[in-house]
Nanobody, 117 residues
Framework: QVQLVESGGGLVQPGGSLRLSCVAS???????????MAWYRQAPGKQRELVAT???????NYADSVKGRFTISRDNAKNTVYLQMNSLRPEDTAVYYC????????WGQGTQVTVAP
């Protein structure tokens, strides 16, 4: 059974930081290290959008809106992807999800990030 479990969200003031984690389990993730993984987010009333990707070799890409503030990383030994979020803004408020970048697996529950005074 494929499972993606995101955690680390919460309420934070503008300018604050959070670190999200995502643990991937299940048969397809036995090959976790070869997959390009990604973080996505979905704000209320908006479509899910791509935030950051990390390739098997460790190279990364970011949406322009988070470039310079967010950092994606991975620990293949733990089947885990991280998203370090600094200088958070109210517009970063959303539910954050991780998944494979291409051919996504079943989506997890996500983790809520709320940025407000």
């Amino acid at each position: 059974q494929v499972q993606l479990v995101e955690s680390g969200g919460g309420l934070v003031q503008p300018g604050g930081s959070l670190r999200l984690s995502c643990v991937a389990s299940g048969s397809i993730f036995n090959a976790f290290s070869i997959y390009t993984m990604a973080w996505y987010r979905q704000a209320p009333g908006k479509q899910r959008e791509l935030v950051a990707t990390i390739y098997s070799g460790g190279s990364t890409n970011y949406a322009d809106s988070v470039k310079g503030r967010f950092t994606i990383s991975r620990d293949n030994a733990k089947n885990t992807v991280y998203l370090q979020m600094n200088s958070l803004r109210p517009e970063d408020t959303a539910v954050y999800y991780c998944n494979k970048y291409m051919s996504p697996a079943s989506w997890g529950q996500g983790t809520q990030v709320t940025v407000a005074p």
